[in-house]
Every structure is written in structure tokens, then in C-alpha cells.
């Protein structure tokens, strides 16, 4: 028997293989942010592009992993990404300036289309009845990875420097996800499930089809939307810490809280999908962290900021983990990785420009006026929380 032919082993297997990957896309940059600004002497500007590159990196190859995927396979597919994942987190100490760091990201968000798309299709496969539930645990790992791996990052950083950080976390994700490959494979019998019914995947369409629909573009603008004010707290978060008088430590709090329930929240709000309806999770989340958006420039306390900061990192995670057992809702499991990529492509190429680059540079022209980018951040979350109920399986 195949070692990957086992559900429970494909499912821990596939989280194993995604952990690194998630700290180094939710950790590391925010924890680096402050040294990177200082060390290459630019502005809050050009450390928000770093989640620009690493998101189009991510948008440019995600489509292409799912075609990728269905002619090598997912075990094949992820021994790439860790490699590539791993060689460009050691190569990071070398960086000559800031265009070498925005290179590395957009190289880290290639690799992790490799990784995180495999994880979320093998699962789905093997608990097609329970896809929010199992979707959800993949993304916690993801989520949550930054969440522990943040004050060990800070440590690190402060008592070690940049370069014992990146070769460490570089052969973690190398090493971790070359062990776990092996076991991420689809099962060779596919369970036998209704296509009809409450929790059943919808029938299967074709990229084209799919495309034609209004579910389809209705997620790509939610994805667009939140994706971009979720993303931004992780830049942001420590800057707005430091700019209200806190040390690096304390700032990091903020973004420990929000990457804690950017984890949590993918399992919970994965499982509560199953129960309560996909839509109706994503919107309840959207809006409670649109209303924290607005909350976070008006109230005053380090708890109180972390907890706010922990409100949107609640949304961000349900957006990853409830999305895709959504998109086989609406458009069956079958060519999911091929229509899922093409639903990141807004987040790949929007998240990053209309997130952190667009709110530090804002940061920058007004002295750091985090009323006006919380703001308009906070509209996005409630604009996302109206847009997600419009997202139904298409009529036949």
C-alpha cells in the first residue's frame, strides 16, 4: 500500500508540508520589516511592496500549480516548492538592497502556489463530505505557523541577526516539506458521494464554465477586497504599534494576535461552514473585522489593539479556509485547482497594491495618519461582507 494512501496521513502530511511556507509569508516579513527599512534605508512604501511581490508571485503561478498539478501530480509539485521555498530563504542573507528582497518574495509566493494548492485539493478529495472542516485544518496550519513562529522569529532576529534566521527557517521548510511529499496524493478509488445535497460538492465544471459564471467573479472581487485588508495587518500591524510609542516587542504583540486567530479561525469557521453555510461564515467575519478596521485609530491600549488586530485576523483566516470548500460548492472538485488559481489571481495581483504598498504609502504622504487607512481598509471588509452572498452554485 502507498504510504499517501491513508486519509489521516494525507491530511497531517499535507499540513507538515505547508507550515514553513506560512510563517515565511506571515511572519517573516513583518518581523523584518523594521530592519529591512532601516538596513536599505527606504520608506514604509517599498517594505509594503515586499507582500505586493510575494502576493504576485503567488498570483502569477497559482493557476499555472493547478494545471501543474494535474500533470505531475501533488506529491511531485510540492518536493518543488520546497526547494524553492527553502533555496530562497537561504539565499536572503545575500540581498544587496531592497529590489533583492522584493525578488525573494515574489519567488516565495511563486513556490508557495506549489504548496498550498496541492494541500487543499488532496484533502478535499479525501473528505469530500467534510471539505470545510478538513480545508479549514490545512489552512490553520498555514495561518497559525506565523503565529508560533513570530516571537521565535523576533528572538532570533534580535539576539542572532537576519542571517542564523534565514538559514534556519530556509532548511526547516526545505527538509519538512521534501519528508512530507511522499504522502500528499489523491486517493486512487474517489469516494462515492451525491453530487446533490447539503455538504456535497457541486458537479464538476470546466474552467471555461466556470468562469461564466457570477459565483466565480463574485469571489474573485471578495478575494480582491479582503484579501487586500487582510493582508495589509501584517505589515502594518507592528508599524502601528511602533507609531504609538510601543517597543518592537510589545508591537509584535499585535501581530502575534492577529496571525493566532488567522490560524484558528480556519478551523473553526471551516467547521462552522459545514453547519451554518459557507456564505454566511465569510460575511459575519468580513464584517465584525470591518467594524475593528474602523475601531483600531479611535481606541488606546496595547490589549486593546491586539484584540481588534486578533478580529481581523479572524476574517483573513475565514476567507482562506471557507473559500475553497465554497469554490466546489459552486464549481465541483474535479478541475478545483485550475479554478481556484484563477480566484487568486485577484488576490495575487490586487491584495498586495491595494493592502500594504497602497496603505504605507499613504503612511508616507500624511505622517503616518492610520485613520485614513484603517478606514478605507475597514470599507473593503464590509464591502466583501455584502459582495459574499451573491456567490451561489450556478443553476444547471
Given at each position: 500500500?502507498?504510504?499517501?494512501?491513508?486519509?489521516?496521513?494525507?491530511?497531517?502530511?499535507?499540513?507538515?508540508?505547508?507550515?514553513?511556507?506560512?510563517?515565511?509569508?506571515?511572519?517573516?516579513?513583518?518581523?523584518?520589516?523594521?530592519?529591512?527599512?532601516?538596513?536599505?534605508?527606504?520608506?514604509?512604501?517599498?517594505?509594503?511592496?515586499?507582500?505586493?511581490?510575494?502576493?504576485?508571485?503567488?498570483?502569477?503561478?497559482?493557476?499555472?500549480?493547478?494545471?501543474?498539478?494535474?500533470?505531475?501530480?501533488?506529491?511531485?509539485?510540492?518536493?518543488?516548492?520546497?526547494?524553492?521555498?527553502?533555496?530562497?530563504?537561504?539565499?536572503?542573507?545575500?540581498?544587496?538592497?531592497?529590489?533583492?528582497?522584493?525578488?525573494?518574495?515574489?519567488?516565495?509566493?511563486?513556490?508557495?502556489?506549489?504548496?498550498?494548492?496541492?494541500?487543499?485539493?488532496?484533502?478535499?478529495?479525501?473528505?469530500?463530505?467534510?471539505?470545510?472542516?478538513?480545508?479549514?485544518?490545512?489552512?490553520?496550519?498555514?495561518?497559525?505557523?506565523?503565529?508560533?513562529?513570530?516571537?521565535?522569529?523576533?528572538?532570533?532576529?534580535?539576539?542572532?541577526?537576519?542571517?542564523?534566521?534565514?538559514?534556519?527557517?530556509?532548511?526547516?521548510?526545505?527538509?519538512?516539506?521534501?519528508?512530507?511529499?511522499?504522502?500528499?496524493?489523491?486517493?486512487?478509488?474517489?469516494?462515492?458521494?451525491?453530487?446533490?445535497?447539503?455538504?456535497?460538492?457541486?458537479?464538476?465544471?470546466?474552467?471555461?464554465?466556470?468562469?461564466?459564471?457570477?459565483?466565480?467573479?463574485?469571489?474573485?472581487?471578495?478575494?480582491?477586497?479582503?484579501?487586500?485588508?487582510?493582508?495589509?495587518?501584517?505589515?502594518?500591524?507592528?508599524?502601528?504599534?511602533?507609531?504609538?510609542?510601543?517597543?518592537?516587542?510589545?508591537?509584535?504583540?499585535?501581530?502575534?494576535?492577529?496571525?493566532?486567530?488567522?490560524?484558528?479561525?480556519?478551523?473553526?469557521?471551516?467547521?462552522?461552514?459545514?453547519?451554518?453555510?459557507?456564505?454566511?461564515?465569510?460575511?459575519?467575519?468580513?464584517?465584525?473585522?470591518?467594524?475593528?478596521?474602523?475601531?483600531?485609530?479611535?481606541?488606546?491600549?496595547?490589549?486593546?489593539?491586539?484584540?481588534?488586530?486578533?478580529?481581523?485576523?479572524?476574517?483573513?483566516?475565514?476567507l482562506f479556509s471557507v473559500s475553497a470548500p465554497l469554490a466546489t460548492d459552486c464549481f465541483g472538485l474535479e478541475h478545483f485547482g485550475a479554478i481556484f488559481g484563477l480566484v487568486f489571481t485577484a488576490?495575487?495581483?490586487?491584495?498586495?497594491?491595494?493592502?500594504?504598498?497602497?496603505?504605507?504609502?499613504?503612511?508616507?504622504?500624511?505622517?503616518?495618519?492610520?485613520?485614513?487607512?484603517?478606514?478605507?481598509?475597514?470599507?473593503?471588509?464590509?464591502?466583501?461582507?455584502?459582495?459574499?452572498?451573491?456567490?451561489?452554485?450556478?443553476?444547471?
Amino acid at each position: 500500500m502507498a504510504p499517501s494512501s491513508s486519509p489521516e496521513r494525507t491530511l497531517w502530511a499535507s499540513c507538515a508540508a505547508i507550515f514553513w511556507p506560512g510563517s515565511l509569508a506571515f511572519g517573516l516579513p513583518g518581523i523584518m520589516a523594521h530592519h529591512w527599512q532601516a538596513t536599505f534605508g527606504v520608506d514604509r512604501a517599498a517594505v509594503g511592496q515586499i507582500i505586493f511581490f510575494l502576493l504576485a508571485g503567488v498570483g502569477t503561478t497559482m493557476y499555472l500549480a493547478g494545471r501543474w498539478q494535474e500533470r505531475l501530480g501533488p506529491a511531485r509539485l510540492v518536493r518543488v516548492g520546497s526547494v524553492i521555498s527553502g533555496l530562497a530563504a537561504l539565499a536572503l542573507p545575500l540581498a544587496p538592497g531592497i529590489g533583492a528582497i522584493h525578488a525573494w518574495a515574489f519567488i516565495t509566493g511563486a513556490s508557495q502556489s506549489c504548496l498550498y494548492l496541492p494541500a487543499l485539493s488532496v484533502v478535499q478529495r479525501w473528505f469530500p463530505l467534510r471539505r470545510g472542516l478538513v480545508a479549514g485544518l490545512v489552512s490553520m496550519v498555514f495561518g497559525l505557523a506565523a503565529a508560533a513562529t513570530a516571537p521565535l522569529f523576533s528572538f532570533v532576529l534580535a539576539e542572532f541577526g537576519p542571517t542564523p534566521l534565514c538559514l534556519g527557517v530556509g532548511l526547516a521548510a526545505m527538509i519538512t516539506g521534501l519528508a512530507a511529499a511522499p504522502f500528499i496524493s489523491f486517493p486512487v478509488a474517489r469516494p462515492q458521494v451525491e453530487t446533490a445535497g447539503h455538504g456535497a460538492p457541486g458537479p464538476s465544471l470546466r474552467v471555461g464554465q466556470a468562469t461564466r459564471t457570477r459565483a466565480f467573479w463574485v469571489m474573485w472581487f471578495t478575494w480582491a477586497l479582503a484579501g487586500s485588508a487582510g493582508i495589509a495587518m501584517v505589515t502594518l500591524s507592528t508599524t502601528f504599534g511602533l507609531s504609538r510609542g510601543l517597543g518592537l516587542r510589545q508591537a509584535v504583540v499585535l501581530l502575534t494576535a492577529f496571525n493566532l486567530t488567522n490560524g484558528l479561525s480556519r478551523l473553526a469557521s471551516g467547521w462552522l461552514s459545514d453547519l451554518a453555510g459557507r456564505n454566511l461564515t465569510m460575511a459575519a467575519a468580513f464584517f465584525a473585522a470591518g467594524i475593528a478596521y474602523l475601531l483600531l485609530p479611535q481606541v488606546q491600549g496595547l490589549y486593546l489593539w491586539a484584540g481588534l488586530a486578533a478580529v481581523v485576523g479572524f476574517a483573513f483566516g475565514t476567507l482562506f479556509s471557507v473559500s475553497a470548500p465554497l469554490a466546489t460548492d459552486c464549481f465541483g472538485l474535479e478541475h478545483f485547482g485550475a479554478i481556484f488559481g484563477l480566484v487568486f489571481t485577484a488576490y495575487g495581483f490586487l491584495a498586495g497594491a491595494l493592502g500594504p504598498w497602497l496603505g504605507g504609502h499613504l503612511l508616507d504622504v500624511t505622517g503616518g495618519d492610520f485613520s485614513l487607512v484603517f478606514g478605507y481598509l475597514g470599507c473593503f471588509m464590509l464591502v466583501s461582507a455584502g459582495l459574499i452572498f451573491l456567490a451561489r452554485p450556478p443553476r444547471a
